[in-house]
C-alpha cells in the first residue's frame, strides 16, 4: 500500500510534490507568517507551478512583480522577463498562454488602462491568464494613491474579476484562481484585484502550507481552443478565426462567440463556491437591516464599522462580495432580505459597486441603496467615518463615535 | 509533430472543397530543401484568397510558405491589415491578436514554446504589413529587436494603409498624397531596415518580391539565423497595386522598377549571422 502510495507521488518541473487543489488550499497543515501583499504573491506563485510571467514596473505593483522575477531565478517559474509597456506585457502574456503556459502576471492604474486592449483579446481568446491587480488611481491628475475606479473601466471585458480583502485572501485566491479559470467549461482569463497599498504594502497574518508542495501543472491539451504548438491537431488553424466578413454568419459568430465568453464566467459559479469557499462572506449579525455591501478592504473597514455600530446599539451585517464576475447575484438577494439600508462603502469616485448592486437587487430588494461613505484618490476610510455615514442618515443619534 | 495534426479529419473528407484537400495532398513539408521551385506542383494558398487580382503579397505568401524550412513546426504571427484576411487561407498554425502587438505575442510564444519544447525546433515568424509594423506596432517590433528574441518579422510593405483605403504611413514616400496627406506626405519615409539593425536585428533584408529565389534565399537565412542568434528582418515592398492606380498584370513590371532605386537588394549579416549562414551553404540547404 505504502510503495503504490509513494510510486503515484509526481514532483512538478520546480521539484516540488503535486497535490490536489483541496489538500493545498484546504487540508494541508497551515504555518503562521507575517507578510505583505506582495510578499504573499510570491508565496502563492511559488506553489502555483506556473510556467510564465511577464513583468513591467508600475507602483503599487512592482514588488510583486520583482518577487515573481526571483522565484524565476530560483526555478519555481519557467519563463520571466520585463516586458517594453503593460500593452506589451499583456501581448505577451497572451502568446505564453496561447504557447500553454500557465500565465500570471501583475499591474496597476493606468498600466492597466495602457494594457486595455488586451483584455477583451485575452477573454476572446479564451486564455486563463491571471492578472493580479493592485488597484490604483489612475491619471490625471497624476497619482500613486490607493483608488478602484480602474476595476469598473475592466467589469465587461469578459474576463473574471474575483476581490481580495486581505493578504490572506489574495493569497487563496491566487492558488484557486487557476484552478478556477484553467477549467475546460471556464477556461476565460481571471482578475483578481486587490486594493493596492492597504493590501500590497502592508504586513499581516498570512498563514501558508508548506513551500515543497504545488498545484498540479496545466495542462493546456485540456483546453476548450488548440494550443498553439503545432503538436495537437488541429494543425492549419487560425487563432481565432475573426469574423469580419460581412454577411449574416459572421455577425451570429461573433455575438454568439461573445456570449460564450459570458456563458463561460457563469459556469465558473460552482467550482469558485467550491474553492473560495462561497462567492461572499457574511460578517455581522445576520437579522440586521443596516447592510453594507463591500469589495476589498472597503469590506475590513466595514467589519470594523459594524463593531463600532454595536456600541452604538445598532445592528449591522457586512456582505463582502469576493467575487465581482461573476456577480453573486443570488447570496446578494438571499442575504439582504431583511434588510431596510444597504449601504456601499467604496474607493472610487464613481461607485461602480454601488450601480452593480442597484442593478441586481432591482426589484428584489425595498431597501434604500446607499452609495456612501465613498472616498478616492488616496483617501482613506476610517470606520468611524462609515459608523458616523450610518448613524447620520438613518436618522440615529451619535453616541460614543468620535 | 506529427504531421498528422495536419490532415484533414476522414470524416469529413466529403466535405471539404478540394483546394483545402490539395494543401494537404500538394504539402512539400518534411524536407528543408524545398522552395519556390516546387510552386508548379505544390499548393500553398488557396485560389479563393482574398486579395486582389494581382495583388504581389499573394506572390509574397506563397513564396514565402513555400520557402519556410520547417512549416510543420512553424508558427505565423500576424496583424491586423490585408494581410491578416490570408491567414484563413493558408495551410498553417497562425495567431492574430491585435493590431500592432504580434511581435510581442510571437515573442510570449517563442519562449514558452522554447521552454516547453527544449529539444525541439518551433520557428516563431511574425507577418504584417507596414502600418502594423512601423506604425502603431514598431514599439513591440523593436523591443522584440532589442531583447534579441529567436524570431523572424516579415513586413509586407506596400507604404500605405491598404486596406482600411488607402491613408499614409510611415512607410509611405515622401510626397506622395494619400487619404490622411491630402498635401502630401510631409515627412521621409522610415528606414525600417536600418532602424533594425541598429537595434540589434542579425540579419536583415530590403527587397521586392520580383525575384521568387531571393525571396526563398532570404527568408531560409532569416530563419536559420533567427533560430539560433536571434532576431531577424526581412522588408519586402509588395506596392497596393489598387492604391497606386496599377491594373493587376503591372505588379510586377512596378517592383523590377523599384528593384533599381528605393528597394534595391540590400542584405545585412552579423557576424555570427555569417557563420550560420555560411554553415547552412555547406550542408546544402541555402
Request: hydrophobic letters at 40%.
Amino acid at each position: 500500500m505504502q510503495t503504490t502510495k509513494e510510486q503515484s507521488v509526481i514532483y512538478n518541473r520546480a521539484g516540488q510534490r503535486v497535490v490536489s487543489p483541496d489538500y493545498l488550499l484546504f487540508e494541508a497543515p497551515k504555518e503562521k507568517h507575517f507578510m505583505t501583499g506582495s510578499e504573499a504573491v510570491k508565496e502563492a506563485v511559488k506553489r502555483a507551478s506556473v510556467d510564465a510571467s511577464v513583468s513591467y514596473p508600475i507602483t503599487p505593483q512592482s514588488e510583486a512583480a520583482h518577487l515573481i522575477g526571483e522565484l524565476w531565478v530560483e526555478g519555481y517559474v519557467g519563463v520571466y522577463f520585463r516586458g517594453e509597456s503593460e500593452f506589451g506585457v499583456m501581448s505577451e502574456v497572451a502568446g505564453c498562454a496561447m504557447a500553454g503556459a500557465r500565465t500570471i502576471t501583475t499591474t496597476s492604474g493606468p498600466g492597466t488602462l495602457r494594457a486595455f486592449e488586451n483584455f477583451p483579446m485575452w477573454a476572446g481568446t479564451r486564455i486563463p491568464v491571471q492578472l493580479v491587480l493592485m488597484a490604483r488611481g489612475v491619471n490625471a491628475p497624476l497619482t500613486i494613491q490607493p483608488d478602484n475606479l480602474e476595476v469598473a473601466f475592466l467589469l465587461d471585458t469578459g474576463c473574471m474579476i474575483w476581490y481580495a480583502e486581505t493578504a490572506q485572501d489574495l493569497f487563496d485566491m491566487i492558488l484557486a484562481g487557476f484552478v478556477v479559470a484553467e477549467k475546460p467549461d471556464v477556461h476565460v482569463p481571471l482578475i483578481t484585484a486587490v486594493d493596492g497599498f492597504f493590501v500590497s504594502h502592508t504586513r499581516e497574518a498570512v498563514y501558508l502550507p508548506p513551500d515543497d508542495i504545488a498545484l498540479p501543472p496545466y495542462d493546456p491539451y485540456r483546453a476548450p481552443l488548440p494550443v498553439i504548438d503545432a503538436e495537437v491537431p488541429p494543425g492549419r488553424f487560425l487563432r481565432d478565426p475573426f469574423v469580419m466578413k460581412s454577411n449574416y454568419i459572421s455577425y451570429a459568430t461573433h455575438a454568439s462567440w461573445q456570449w460564450e465568453v459570458r456563458s463561460a464566467i457563469e459556469r465558473s459559479r460552482p467550482y469558485a463556491k467550491h474553492y473560495l469557499r462561497g462567492l461572499v462572506e457574511e460578517f455581522g449579525d445576520p437579522e440586521a437591516d443596516i447592510v453594507f455591501v463591500a469589495c476589498g478592504t472597503a469590506s475590513a473597514q466595514s467589519k470594523e464599522a459594524v463593531r463600532l455600530l454595536e456600541d452604538e446599539g445598532v445592528k449591522a451585517k457586512v456582505i463582502k462580495l469576493k467575487t465581482i464576475r461573476p456577480f453573486p447575484v443570488e447570496e446578494l438577494r438571499n442575504s439582504v432580505k431583511n434588510a431596510k439600508y444597504i449601504f456601499v462603502p467604496e474607493f472610487n469616485v464613481i461607485g461602480w459597486l454601488e450601480r452593480e448592486v442597484r442593478r441586481y437587487l432591482y426589484g428584489h430588494s425595498r431597501a434604500e441603496v446607499i452609495g456612501s461613505p465613498r472616498v478616492a484618490g488616496g483617501m482613506t476610510m476610517p470606520p468611524e467615518v462609515i459608523a458616523k455615514e450610518v448613524l447620520k442618515l438613518t436618522g440615529k443619534e451619535v453616541k460614543h463615535v468620535i | 509533430m506529427s504531421y498528422k495534426i495536419y490532415e484533414i479529419n476522414e470524416a469529413l473528407i466529403d466535405f471539404v472543397p478540394q483546394e483545402i484537400k490539395d494543401l494537404q495532398s500538394k504539402a512539400t513539408w518534411g524536407n528543408p530543401k524545398r522552395g519556390v521551385m516546387d510552386l508548379p506542383y505544390a499548393k500553398e494558398l488557396l485560389e479563393e484568397h482574398s486579395l486582389c487580382a494581382g495583388c504581389p503579397e499573394s506572390m509574397a505568401f506563397r513564396y514565402i510558405l513555400a520557402s519556410l524550412p520547417n512549416p510543420e513546426d512553424t508558427i505565423i504571427i500576424n496583424s491586423t491589415g490585408c494581410t491578416s484576411l490570408v491567414f484563413p487561407h493558408i495551410a498553417l498554425h497562425t495567431v492574430h491578436s491585435l493590431f500592432g502587438n504580434q511581435n510581442a505575442v510571437a515573442s510570449g510564444i517563442k519562449r514558452v514554446l522554447e521552454w516547453r519544447f527544449p529539444d525541439k525546433v518551433k520557428d516563431v515568424v511574425v507577418l504584417a504589413g507596414d502600418g502594423a509594423t512601423v506604425d502603431i506596432g514598431l514599439d513591440c517590433t523593436l523591443q522584440s529587436f532589442f531583447r534579441q528574441e529567436k524570431i523572424t518579422t516579415i513586413c509586407f510593405d506596400n507604404e500605405v494603409y491598404a486596406n482600411t483605403g488607402g491613408q499614409e504611413s510611415g512607410l509611405t514616400v515622401k510626397g506622395h498624397v494619400f487619404k490622411m496627406a491630402p498635401k502630401g506626405k510631409q515627412w521621409e519615409k522610415v528606414p525600417m531596415w536600418q532602424l533594425a539593425i541598429d537595434s540589434g536585428c542579425h540579419y536583415v533584408a530590403r527587397l521586392t518580391v520580383s525575384s521568387p529565389k531571393r525571396v526563398e534565399s532570404v527568408i531560409k537565412k532569416a530563419i536559420y539565423v533567427a533560430r539560433e542568434i536571434g532576431p531577424t528582418y526581412v522588408h519586402l515592398y509588395t506596392p497596393c497595386i489598387l492604391e497606386i492606380g496599377l491594373n493587376s498584370d503591372d505588379a510586377l513590371e512596378e517592383m523590377r522598377a523599384r528593384d533599381k532605386e528605393r528597394f534595391n537588394f540590400f542584405e545585412y549579416a552579423s557576424s555570427q549571422a555569417e557563420e550560420v549562414i555560411n554553415r547552412k551553404k555547406e550542408e546544402g540547404l541555402l
